[in-house]
């Protein structure tokens, strides 16, 4: 019989062809992931970069004044700005155009105040009343008298101080000091359907809010604030200021009221108590103590103030400080923003000069992402998160800490329910079981990972949260239950008949013993204590218990699949060493096998970890999606990955929102790249470490 040997150096140039193919296959499909992944990072660093930026003010134009007297009120559209003063009323093009000719006041106005949309100007004639409109239409002005261009005599004799503001296109309301009191008027269609007399208030300064239904009075340092009605007006609250105010101004939305005194600008807004709502003083504003004048804003809570040596800064209302600070020549004496915010008008004397605005995110801040803020209405500062609401005038509220709370107490429950389970079963398979009943049992328990997590969400929140409700007490003592019941089969196993005790076969004696305790265990509190979770205050149906379940199912099949692969990788040798020294067989599994295989236990923690954090439809349609910081094992949440699918498809391209939902991405981005690192950083150390003493024995 003759032997044919292969050749030491044999090779084959097909087959080494193929090999370097695979090769290569490989290394490129490798890079290709590595680069996919760095080119998705970049990419949400890209769009979520521009939340960061600094505002900016740029210079455009320069205008020249005909006009050399003083203003007294002002604004644009952006395209157009128009300007009244004690002579003349005129509209004056931004981009450099020869101004259209001025309409002269045939008698001079001592003062003005413009409504806070800034489409209404009213004009105290020596006591007199005048309301003018600039409508402006495809760059082209006119000036609009809606009840005559002859001022109004009030009966009530001269007036002193007035406050604006506009309630419809054709409807307005005004407040103004009279030697008789205050009066507040409601104008329409030309005539005055409403007026209330306020006898023997006086007032420095008078405010009204956008809607109308508010008037702040300051006399000294005294501050009313009236409720209007068309029934008449009832006074809600007296506050006794530090200061007397300088002016009153109010931010977008008729809530935050701007307080300037010689102390700074100061935000106050009405918090709901037992007596109703009342003002609260929140936050001085940094900064602001030098100011002359404060200008809001016609849509955002933004304002701007300019001092003497010509500093203008801008200020917005969930800011401590300024946003923008720019130093310009002194002498200016008045501003306005454009409706947009995008473009800020300075005049000096007989010169306007236009600044283009980039401010596009005002509230956002790295802080308020993190740090409690007091938003309006809130009795405290508080972490929260409310992206839309159903009224025009709501502030966002773009929290991360409900978000992250909830996805780490979800994914951290959950792993705590898992890796008992996924454990014991990983090594009671490897190591105990016998081979004919492991080659069912392991790819059943793996089978469990094909279910979509939709379904387990679906099951999870439709069959399961209603069946735990009414179970709670049944559910919460399983854990004891079970342990208690695995422990007596433990002491009473020895007394079984040596054929029933088939080494491998334990479980099949012990599963219907388990089923049967679980079932009692959740049936007989129900007896007991029916509906218990309805009756509990704050106990929510879908909330953080039953999702923790449902996703340590889910991660059950995954941690178990990876520790019992750590747990056969051991050498097979250390084992049956131990058991040769005399070792029982639990004693061999938990100080030879559990140690060699401890760093793919750890890896399958970790991984199943991460799996829990990026989980989305199982939190989604489990938890009830409440975005709240507070509460326990009975109260909702809301995850990251949840709130991204639930908000992306209304957020606004481009928006705050939007890139605040990438920037929620990024960050779980960069969370799972940690947590994956460091697993595999102390992988490598475990099993350095043991490959040592495995050496050294």
């Not at 490798?30 to 600094?54: D, E, R, T």
């Not at 205008?63 to 700005?81: E, I, P, Y």
């Not at 509190?525 to 149906?541: C, M, N, S, V």
């Not at 747990?567 to 250390?574: C, E, I, N």
Request: neutral net charge; proline residues 6%.
């Amino acid at each position: 019989m003759s032997i044919n040997r292969i050749p030491v150096h044999f090779s084959d140039r097909r087959r080494r062809a193929v090999d370097q193919f695979v090769r290569r296959v490989v290394t490129g499909c490798g890079v290709g992931i590595l680069l996919l992944m760095l080119l998705l990072f970049f990419w949400l660093i890209w769009v979520v970069l521009p939340l960061f930026s600094a505002p900016g003010m740029q210079a455009t134009t320069n205008m020249q004044l005909w006009d050399k007297a003083q203003v007294l009120a002002m604004g644009s559209d952006g395209h157009l700005g128009w300007r009244i003063s004690r002579n003349e009323a005129r509209f004056i093009p931004l981009d450099g155009q020869p101004a259209a000719e001025a309409l002269v006041l045939q008698q001079h106005p001592d003062a003005a105040v413009n409504s806070s949309n800034s489409n209404s100007v009213l004009l105290n004639m020596q006591g007199a009343l005048l309301l003018m409109q600039p409508l402006i239409h495809e760059n082209h002005g006119q000036w609009f008298f809606p009840f005559g261009d002859r001022p109004l005599h009030l009966a009530q004799g001269a007036v002193t101080t007035m406050a604006l503001t506009s309630l419809s296109d054709h409807q307005w309301r005004i407040a103004a000091q009279t030697p008789a009191g205050i009066s507040v008027m409601t104008l329409e269609n030309q005539q005055t359907v409403n007026q209330i007399l306020l006898p023997q208030q006086q007032a420095e300064h008078l405010l009204l809010s956008p809607d109308g239904t508010l008037l702040y009075a300051s006399e000294g340092r005294l501050l009313r604030v009236w409720q209007i009605t068309p029934e008449g007006a009832q006074l809600r609250e007296t506050q006794t200021l530090n200061q007397r105010p300088q002016s009153l101004h109010i931010l977008t939305g008729g809530r935050t009221l701007l307080i300037q005194d010689t102390q700074g600008v100061k935000q106050w807004f009405a918090i709901a108590g037992d007596k109703g709502p009342r003002l609260q003083e929140i936050h001085t504003f940094d900064h602001s103590q030098d100011a002359l004048k404060v200008v809001p804003e016609a849509q955002r809570r933004v304002f701007a103030t300019f001092n003497a040596a010509g500093e203008v800064k801008l200020f917005a209302s969930k800011q401590q400080g300024p946003i923008l600070t720019r130093q310009l020549a002194p002498g200016i004496q008045a501003l306005a923003f454009s409706p947009r915010g995008d473009a800020l008008i300075i005049e000096r004397e007989g010169q306007w000069q236009q600044f283009a605005l980039d401010n596009p995110w005002p509230d956002f801040t790295w802080r308020n992402l993190w740090q409690k803020i007091w938003y309006e209405n809130y009795p405290q500062p508080d972490w929260v998160w409310q992206s839309t609401a159903a009224g025009d005038s709501y502030q966002a509220k773009f929290s991360l800490i409900p978000m992250v709370l909830g996805t780490l107490k979800a994914a951290s429950l959950a792993l705590l329910f898992a890796t008992p389970l996924a454990l014991a079963a990983a090594m009671y398979t490897a190591w105990f079981m016998s081979p004919g009943l492991r080659r069912w049992v392991k790819p059943g328990i793996e089978m469990m990972g094909a279910l979509p997590s939709v379904v387990i969400g679906l099951i999870a929140g439709v069959w399961l949260a209603p069946h735990v409700s009414t179970a709670l007490v049944g559910v919460l003592l399983l854990p004891l239950v079970l342990a208690v019941t695995l422990l007596l089969c433990g002491v009473l196993s020895p007394h079984l008949p040596a054929r029933w005790r088939r080494p491998g076969f334990e479980v099949i004696l012990l599963l219907p013993v388990l089923l049967a305790v679980t079932l009692l265990t959740l049936w007989l509190p129900t007896q007991l204590w029916p509906d218990i979770g309805e009756r509990l205050a704050h106990y929510e149906q879908r909330n953080l218990l039953v999702a923790a379940l449902a996703m340590g199912f889910a991660l059950v099949p995954l941690i178990f699949t990876l520790s019992e692969d750590a747990l056969f990788s051991v050498p097979g040798a250390l084992g049956q060493g131990s058991l040769a020294l005399g070792a029982t067989p639990w004693q061999t599994l938990t100080r030879v096998v559990l140690p060699g295989a401890s760093a793919g236990i750890f890896a399958a923690l970790m991984i199943g970890f991460g799996r829990a954090v990026g989980e989305t439809m199982i939190v989604l349609m489990a938890t009830g999606n409440t975005p709240v910081s507070e509460g326990g094992l009975f109260a909702g949440l809301r995850a990251l990955s949840a709130n991204i699918a639930i908000e992306m498809p209304e957020a606004a391209a481009g928006s705050a929102h939007y890139r605040i939902l990438f920037l929620s991405a990024l960050l779980l981005l960069i969370f799972t790249l940690v947590i994956n690192t460091v697993a595999e950083l102390i992988r490598q150390r475990l099993r350095q470490r043991y490959s040592q003493h495995e050496g050294q024995g």
